[in-house]
């Protein structure tokens, strides 16, 4: 892992993704799954509302509670999402993208935009694969 000039706030650090130790790979990895983007999405779409977290799960199919439940935390924790409790009985969850948040939804959006383009190559690309005919 390399650093430059990483000064208190880690501005300027530049890593090492090959470096299972290195912070940037990390972090990759937390936001590079499925769940952390339909999450980011679901709640960018609500911006600047709040969604509870049953109505997060109705949104999100396929999602477990348990799995929605630890990307949220790591989203939170992560500085990405805000999350306020109301109490009664049961807790009102409710949650929302902080500014950061936003921004990563962003660079998000370019991602499901560029699969959007090429998805009938990727689809082309599969089909030669599952025919059996090497390109490489």
């Not at 000039?5 to 530049?14: D, E, F, K």
């Not at 499925?34 to 509870?52: G, I």
């Amino acid at each position: 892992m390399t650093t430059r000039g990483a000064g208190a706030a880690g501005h300027g650090v530049s890593g090492d993704l090959f470096d299972p130790r290195c912070p940037t790979r990390q972090l990759l990895d937390r936001i590079g799954t499925k769940w952390t983007s339909m999450a980011v999405k679901t709640l960018a779409d609500a911006a600047p509302d709040e969604v509870r977290f049953a109505e997060l799960r109705r949104r999100m199919p396929g999602v477990s509670q348990k799995m929605l439940s630890v990307t949220l935390r790591s989203l939170t924790r992560d500085g990405l999402v805000s999350r306020r409790v109301e109490p009664a009985v049961p807790p009102r969850v409710f949650y929302r993208l902080t500014g950061l948040g936003l921004s990563l939804e962003v660079a998000l959006a370019g991602l499901r935009t560029w699969a959007e383009e090429h998805m009938a190559e990727i689809d082309r690309a599969n089909e030669t694969a599952d025919q059996g005919v090497d390109g490489g």
